[in-house]
C-alpha cells in the first residue's frame, strides 16, 4: 500500500515543506494539497516548495476542479512542475466543492469533470485538444500525468472507472469503498478497461492515542465535511439507491459554513455520532490502526492518503513511518 499526506494550506510554508521532507524520509510515496483558493493559501507555489525539497514523492491536487481555472491554465502549471519535480505530477480532480461553493457558486458536471481532466491530461502531455472550437497545444508540455477523480456516487463512480488513472475516496469505511467501487468496475468494464489497474485511494484523518474520545474531537469534522457531499448526491439519486450508512447519519445535518471547512472547531459538528467518527476515521491505538488498514487493502484500496488537519501532524507522520508503514508493507 501507497501511504500519502494532504494539507489544506493554511500552514506557514515552511512548515508545510518541513513536513513533506519528514513524511518522505518516513516512507510516504505521495503528497498532496487541497485547492480552495478562497480559503487557504494558493497550491501551485505551495507545491512548487514540496517538489523542490523532495526526490521521490509523487506531487499533486486533491483535489482541484475545471470551473475555478480552466483546463488550460491547470495543464501549464502541472506541465512546469513535471519539469521542476522531474515528471513527479499527478492531477487529482473534483467537480469542485468548498472553492466554488465559498463564492456562492455549484459544482461541476460529472460529465464535464471527466471532459476536463483528459483535456488537462493531453496538454500536459503535449497533445493538441479543442478548447472552444480552437485547437491548442502546450508545446513544450512533454510530462507524464496520471489523472485521480475524486467522488462517491454512482455516476461519478462509473465515470471514473471509465477514463481515471486513479479514484479519490473520501473516508477509511471499507464497506462503503466497498460499494463504491462496484460502480468503477461497471465504468471500467464499459470502456473495455482493466479495472484492476486504476489506483484506489482512502484519504481520511488519523488520531494515534488511547483517549478516543480526545481522538474523535480532533477528527469529528472530518464526517461532516464528507456529509457535506453526501447532501449533495442525495439530491441526484433516490434514496433507495444509496447505502443507509451514507444516507441515515446526514438526517440530522442542519446545514454547512464553508468559511470553516476541514475546521474542528467548526459549530456544524453536532450530527456526528462516534460511530460514524469510527468507520470514517482511523482512531485508536496502533494496532487499531493496523487492523483498519489491513481492512482497507482486502477490499481493494492501494493508497491511504492521511488528512493532516487535526493537531500534532508531526507525531502522525513519525508513528505511521515507524510502527504503521513497515508493518503493512512488511518492510
Not at 56 to 68: D, S
Not at 86 to 93: A, D, E, H, S, T
Not at 125 to 152: K, M, N, S, T
Not at 183 to 209: L, N, T, Y
Request: some cysteine.
Amino acid at each position: 500500500m501507497d501511504f500519502a499526506i494532504t494539507f489544506k494550506a493554511d500552514f506557514a510554508p515552511s512548515r508545510i515543506v518541513a513536513l513533506t521532507r519528514q513524511a518522505e524520509a518516513a516512507g510516504f510515496n505521495y503528497g498532496w494539497s487541497f485547492d480552495s483558493h478562497v480559503l487557504w493559501q494558493e497550491v501551485y507555489p505551495l507545491l512548487t516548495l514540496m517538489a523542490v525539497n523532495t526526490k521521490r514523492m509523487r506531487l499533486g491536487t486533491c483535489v482541484t476542479n475545471p470551473r475555478v481555472r480552466s483546463v488550460d491554465v491547470t495543464a501549464s502549471a502541472l506541465a512546469t512542475l513535471n519539469k521542476i519535480s522531474g515528471n513527479r505530477m499527478v492531477l487529482g480532480m473534483g467537480r469542485g466543492d468548498s472553492s466554488r461553493r465559498v463564492m456562492g457558486k455549484k459544482p461541476t458536471t460529472v460529465e464535464y469533470l471527466k471532459t476536463a481532466a483528459l483535456q488537462v491530461r493531453d496538454l500536459a502531455r503535449g497533445q493538441e485538444v479543442v478548447l472552444d472550437g480552437q485547437p491548442v497545444r502546450i508545446p513544450w508540455a512533454d510530462g507524464d500525468l496520471p489523472v485521480w477523480l475524486a467522488g462517491y456516487g454512482p455516476k461519478v463512480c462509473r465515470a471514473i472507472g471509465e477514463v481515471a488513472d486513479g479514484i479519490v475516496l473520501q473516508f477509511a469505511d471499507p464497506h462503503l469503498i466497498k460499494w463504491c467501487l462496484g460502480f468503477v468496475k461497471e465504468g471500467a468494464a464499459a470502456a473495455g478497461r482493466d479495472f484492476s489497474k486504476i489506483q484506489v485511494m482512502a484519504a481520511a484523518p488519523v488520531w494515534i492515542s488511547d483517549d478516543l474520545d480526545k481522538a474523535r474531537a480532533q477528527v469529528r469534522w472530518f464526517p461532516a465535511m464528507v456529509g457535506n457531499h453526501i447532501a449533495d448526491m442525495v439530491t441526484k439519486h433516490k434514496e433507495s439507491e444509496l447505502p443507509t450508512e451514507l444516507t441515515a447519519y446526514i438526517k440530522g445535518r442542519k446545514g454547512y459554513d464553508y468559511r470553516h471547512h476541514a475546521d474542528k472547531d467548526a459549530d456544524h459538528l453536532d450530527f456526528i455520532t462516534n460511530d460514524v467518527i469510527d468507520r470514517f476515521a482511523i482512531i485508536g491505538p496502533v494496532e487499531a490502526h493496523r487492523r483498519k488498514l489491513k481492512e482497507l487493502a482486502q477490499v481493494g484500496v492501494t493508497q491511504f492518503n492521511i488528512y493532516l488537519m487535526c493537531g500534532e501532524e508531526e507525531r502522525q507522520v513519525e508513528v505511521y513511518g515507524q510502527e504503521i508503514i513497515p508493518f503493512i508493507n512488511g518492510t
